[in-house]
């Protein structure tokens, strides 16, 4: 079936510099797209969001760049600070009838000092 | 600031047991949301409720029932826990369905 997934599972980057974490979707009809953190023991936290009438969508620190030719997105995140660390997911909305919000697996983001 | 809140945090039962797992919201939301997480899985969808009054099947709702109590509370209910159902179970809410949601932080169930 359609499916939302993740390239990465493990990301690891140093403190300052910028991360990427990548997403891939499989749907063709999807057209909105959803970012979340989630950190050790917690719930998923919304970063941020993009539409498919938008390339790119800008929030404090964080890019999300959509290519819907290949069907797939990003999220940058610049200066990569230790609180930055944990479980990314990207998240489409409208996958299925009966599954709402299908996540990917999650890359985990590793800042290093 | 409460958002979403789960209770209890943590919870061990029996085979067989049953027991229920309780969410609320206080941001007004109209759609709620159980998922569980496990390992290598990501977050699997239960049930969700699109309204007050309404509640529909997810992608895993097998060995699980949900009650709409109000537009605040969501519950999740196991009859006869299995194994099979040792999970973290996140509740979450948003303003309507396909809207960013958020969740709460977690029931970390664990089944004998």
């Known amino acids: 079936g359609e499916s939302v997934g993740l390239h990465l599972p493990t990301l690891s980057v140093q403190e300052g510099d910028n991360s990427i974490i990548n997403c891939a979707y499989s749907?063709?009809?999807?057209?909105?797209f959803i970012w979340y953190k989630q950190e050790s023991g917690k719930g998923p936290q919304f970063i941020i969001d993009?539409?498919?009438?938008?390339d790119k969508r800008q929030g404090q620190r964080v890019t999300v760049l959509l290519n819907k030719t290949v069907k797939h997105l990003s999220l940058q995140i610049a200066a990569t600070q230790p609180g930055d660390s944990a479980v990314y997911f990207c998240a489409d909305p409208y996958t299925g009838t009966a599954s709402k919000l299908t996540f990917g697996t999650g890359t985990r983001l590793q800042v290093t000092l | 600031n409460a958002g979403v809140t789960q209770t209890p945090k943590f919870q061990v039962l029996k085979t067989g047991q049953s027991m229920t797992l309780q969410c609320a919201q206080d941001?007004?939301?109209?759609?709620m949301y159980w998922y569980r997480q496990d390992p290598g899985m990501g977050l699997r969808l239960i049930y969700y409720?699109?309204?007050?009054?309404?509640?529909d099947k997810g992608e895993v709702p097998n060995g699980y029932n949900v009650s709409r109590l109000n537009k605040r509370e969501f519950s999740l209910r196991l009859e006869s826990a299995a194994p099979s159902q040792t999970s973290v179970y996140f509740c979450a809410s948003s303003g309507q369905l396909n809207q960013p949601q958020h969740f709460g932080d977690g029931t970390r169930l664990s089944i004998l």
């Open positions: 409720s699109a309204s007050e009054g309404t509640t």
């Open positions: 749907n063709s009809a999807s057209d909105y």
């Open positions: 993009i539409r498919s009438n938008m």
């Open positions: 941001m007004n939301h109209n759609s």
